[in-house]
């Protein structure tokens, strides 16, 4: 089915250590988004990514890399984990023109110890 | 730069009784607004959305909003709640398409 896939689905791993996350879109769209959601502060932006080969920084980058060397796909890594980063990640996409909703993919739920 | 407020983190409602979601946001250019639901343990929705062309937007499952400018806001009705209504809403907005500022959600419980 065509969409917006995210993995894992859940996460626990070391403080320290490197983890990627995974998100892969079927619909071409140009625009990508990785979003963390926490309690009380709704969904932060983190990078963002206009085409391949073009990202930009969010509201809260720190700690965070990505790329786009493929447009369906868009991963985030944290190179060094800390329990801060804790959170529920999420992709998002949109196309580049039109009204700008964007599609949401399920999640990740990261825990860091 | 753009914000948007909720007032009420958690929302609680009768079945049966008018839902309303409160939604404030800031813009100094004309904004794009949106609403999505969040199930528990899955990604977010659109609801509906704002885009000038209509001040009072019809979503899914019901749903609607309207765009008061005077106001700086767009609140979220439904006349009559149902027990599958009960989630997580967030309203966003945008000016230039890339970047959504979401507020913080409202949690909606629906009593029997």
């Known amino acids: 089915d065509a969409g917006i896939t995210q993995s894992p689905r859940y996460k626990i791993t070391e403080t320290g250590r490197q983890v990627t996350l995974m998100c892969h879109q079927t619909w071409s769209h140009s625009y990508m988004f990785w979003y963390r959601q926490d309690l009380g502060h709704g969904l932060r932006l983190i990078y963002y990514?206009?085409?391949?080969?073009?990202?930009d920084k969010g509201e809260v980058p720190d700690g965070y890399v990505v790329s786009r060397s493929k447009t369906e796909n868009f991963p985030l890594t944290l190179e060094s984990a800390t329990r801060s980063q804790t959170s529920v990640y999420f992709c998002?996409?949109?196309?580049?023109?039109?009204?700008?909703?964007?599609?949401f993919g399920p999640g990740t739920r990261l825990t860091v110890t | 730069a753009q914000s948007v407020t909720q007032l009420g983190s958690h929302v609680s409602v009768s079945e049966g009784a008018l839902v309303l979601l409160r939604c404030n946001y800031s813009s100094s250019v004309p904004p794009y607004l949106f609403w999505y639901v969040q199930y528990p343990n899955q990604g977010l929705q659109l609801l509906l959305k704002?885009?000038?062309?209509?001040?009072l937007v019809k979503g899914i499952n019901g749903f609607e909003a309207e765009f008061k400018k005077s106001e700086t806001s767009f609140h979220l009705t439904k006349p009559s709640a149902h027990m599958s209504d009960a989630a997580e809403y967030f309203c966003?907005?945008?000016?230039?398409?890339?970047?959504?500022?979401f507020g913080p959600g409202t949690r909606l419980s629906v009593l029997p």
């Open positions: 998002a996409s949109r196309e580049a023109g039109g009204v700008y909703e964007q599609y």
């Open positions: 704002y885009t000038s062309a209509a001040t």
């Open positions: 966003a907005v945008t000016v230039r398409g890339q970047n959504f500022v």
């Open positions: 990514s206009a085409a391949a080969d073009i990202t």
